[in-house]
């Protein structure tokens, strides 16, 4: 699994400049990194990786058009949504979870029972 390290690794797929978001992930986490990413705007590339003996599980390079993007920033500042409309999180992007950062009901005496969204 990638970690949200910061670095902003970036090269070629084909003739196609990219950034990298991750390699080496299986089936289903280039398809849920595509989906949320062309949810979010961005052109995803992706690249069959070269399985190393016969029999390995394929995997794939997921990529952005975007020369800019780097999800450790899209993440941290909250700049990235799901598919219905709420934060993504770390834990999120990472699928240790399937809740996103959703409004939360705030216990502070004055606003109990209020709504707050972070």
Do not use: C
Request: overall charge neutral; hydrophobic content about 35%.
């Amino acid at each position: 699994m990638a970690s949200l390290d910061g670095k902003h690794s970036f090269g070629s797929i084909g003739e196609t400049r990219v950034t990298f978001v991750e390699k080496g992930v299986d089936e289903s986490r280039k398809d849920f990194l595509k989906q949320l990413l062309e949810h979010n705007g961005f052109e995803v590339v992706l690249e069959e990786e070269k399985k190393k003996e016969e029999g390995d599980p394929q995997l794939y390079t997921v990529a952005v058009t975007d020369m800019v993007f780097n999800p450790t920033i899209w993440i941290f500042e909250r700049k990235m949504r799901t598919l219905d409309g709420h934060k993504v999180t770390q834990d999120y992007w990472f699928q240790r979870t399937t809740i996103p950062l959703r409004t939360q009901i705030s216990l502070s005496p004055q606003k109990i029972g209020r709504e707050k969204s972070f």
